[in-house]
């Protein structure tokens, strides 16, 4: 596997550990890859947060929206690679209330900013969005 | 100046360049350090546009709804580079009719993936978005 391979296999499994920790509701297991200087820019309001602790909050905000097992699954994943830095792309679908008793499927965006630290990919960025009409 | 600051001052400049370029309503100059492959999300649907012809339409759409001199800023710009693969995040601002005969401020989370070809920095993925109560 040449080092290329590697880093987007690396990668590509961070994604797979860190989507099962959100459908655990695990905290410790979605903030383990997380820069403490994390920059989210998720789809409800603040326009956006700075910091582990912050980001912390939007996955309370997620669960506490969410049924108890939260839907949470990515597709059409891809990974672009340097030996130092990446950016994912993919597709995210989540469930959650319609305000109306019923639960409605969200489908939004998602782009990851990652820099390699000590051999170990970190996520720096993550930007979570649905379109507006 | 190391190759990083190097790396990191032609992206700056190439974001300047950009917002100028739209600020004119020049395409040509709007797609300049674009991939043929670039994945496009954009604040309004569809969910994403795949390839130039595609990203010029969202131009198209976006000079169809801001008044003659588009206004396009960008803010709080960051720049993560490694020698191949980079991302940038930033804040934009930009006028648009608000529906009732006067104008709307909108204020955007913009990230940007790149990849140096053939060493010059290519606009490979652009996430433009605002969040949804």
Same mark, same amino acid.
């Given at each position: 596997?040449? +080092?290329?391979?590697? $880093? ?5 499994? *961070? *994604?797979? $550990? ?18 403490? !200087?994390? *920059?989210?820019?998720?789809?409800? /309001?603040?326009?956006? +947060?700075?910091?582990? $602790? @912050? ?5 309370? *905000? ?5 049924? $108890? @097992? /939260?839907?949470?699954?990515? +597709? !059409?994943?891809?990974?672009? @690679? ?10 995210? &679908? ?21 820099? &390699? ?11 979570? +969005?649905? /379109?507006? /009409?």
């Amino acid at each position: 596997m040449s +080092s290329q391979e590697q $880093d987007r296999a690396e990668i590509r499994q *961070l *994604l797979v $550990d860190w989507s099962a920790a959100v459908r655990r509701r695990d905290y410790d297991g979605v903030l383990r890859n997380h820069s403490n !200087d994390i *920059l989210m820019f998720n789809v409800p /309001p603040p326009f956006q +947060s700075e910091g582990l $602790d @912050a980001y912390r909050e939007t996955w309370t *905000l997620f669960f506490g929206w969410t049924t $108890d @097992a /939260p839907r949470f699954e990515l +597709s !059409d994943v891809r990974i672009t @690679a340097g030996p130092e830095v990446a950016f994912v792309t993919a597709h995210g &679908k989540c469930f959650g209330p319609n305000g109306r008793g019923g639960r409605e499927e969200v489908d939004f965006r998602l782009t990851l900013g990652l820099r &390699k630290t000590d051999s170990r990919w970190i996520i720096e960025h993550e930007h979570h +969005s649905v /379109p507006v /009409p």
